[in-house]
């Protein structure tokens, strides 16, 4: 047997074990699928807003309740599936973009960093709410993960959580217009296909679920939020800047606290400790408080 002849025979059994692990790979996935859209109740948000926008996608805006630039549909073709599969789906990316995040920033240290910073997202309080109202917060961590040119337009679709980190990379990138260009194209097809849709939200509704489920300490920490803000345009700190951000909006709920938690942790894995163990105390203080402890 030549050397030719025994590489060539080494990268095929390479090749074929590879894509046995790629085919078992699938089939755990569709298994893992099955078994939550079975046995996973659907939640809330997706039953009443995002698994429903594909099926309105010529008006996105007769959904009570939808208030995200219209092309966040192109992040959700799973809201074409039947309720309970595009349920499995969103729950799934819910888990696995921020596990995928913290993996992209740690893994070089090793499992020993990795796992523990997983466990502590899995157990955040915030998390446990989101898998509860199964909500699209993977959508903005998405973020984190694609090339900068399309950071912006996916931060735009939920500014609300860390959408501040827009501007710093925005900078740190020397201002290129370029970055702004799949935003700008976006906003203005959503035009095209919807009008003014940005006139047309019904914040009528969104009113009582801020008096229920505001979770934002707006206006009373916006000096905060701005000096961050202003703290992370001056040392180009993204971090400093999406963590800002939810201390300047009005309104969100409380597992919109998730992806700042994720954030943090992608450089300061003490500071997130803290965030964790305090929202810990916050709900343990709490539940007590309305006698559910």
């Known amino acids: 047997m030549t050397l030719t002849t025994a590489r060539n025979q080494a990268t095929t059994r390479v090749q074929l074990w590879t894509g046995v692990k790629f085919g078992l ?3 755990a996935l569709a298994g893992v699928l099955y ?3 079975e046995a996973y109740p659907v939640g809330v948000d997706w039953q009443l807003t995002f698994g429903r926008l594909w099926h309105h996608w010529d008006n996105p805006y007769t959904i009570r309740g939808l208030y995200n630039p219209g092309w966040i549909m192109l992040y959700l073709p799973h809201s074409l599936l039947p309720l309970q599969w595009g349920n499995a789906i969103n729950l799934l990316l819910n888990v696995s973009v921020p596990g995928a995040v913290i993996y992209k920033y740690w893994h070089k240290d090793g499992p020993r960093v990795v796992i523990p910073l997983w466990v502590m997202l899995y ?3 915030p998390f446990l709410d ?3 109202t199964n909500n699209i917060e993977w959508v903005p961590l998405l973020a984190l ?4 040119s399309w950071l912006i337009a996916t931060l735009a679709v939920k500014p609300q959580s860390i959408g501040g980190a827009a501007l710093i990379r925005w900078k740190t990138r020397g201002f290129d217009w370029r970055l702004l260009l799949p935003t700008v194209s976006l906003f203005i097809a959503s035009i095209v296909l919807w009008g003014l849709w940005f006139t047309r939200l019904d914040f009528a509704v969104a009113e009582g ?3 229920v489920a505001n979770f934002s300490p707006f206006p009373y920490f916006v000096p905060l939020g701005v000096w961050m803000l202003w703290k992370a345009w001056q040392t180009d700190n993204e971090v400093l800047a999406g963590t800002a951000t939810p201390l300047l909006v009005p309104y969100f709920a409380g597992y919109g606290i998730f992806p700042v938690l994720v954030l943090i942790a992608t450089k300061y894995r003490r500071e997130a ?3 964790w163990v305090g929202l810990w105390l ?3 203080i709490e539940g007590k408080r309305a006698g559910m402890l």
């Open 130 to 132: 989101l898998v509860r």
């Open 25 to 27: 790979l699938l089939v």
């Open 35 to 37: 078994i939550l859209s």
């Open 209 to 211: 679920a801020w008096a």
């Open 145 to 148: 993960l694609l090339p900068d």
């Open 273 to 275: 400790f803290y965030l």
């Open 123 to 125: 157990t955040f309080p």
């Open 282 to 284: 916050y709900f343990v």
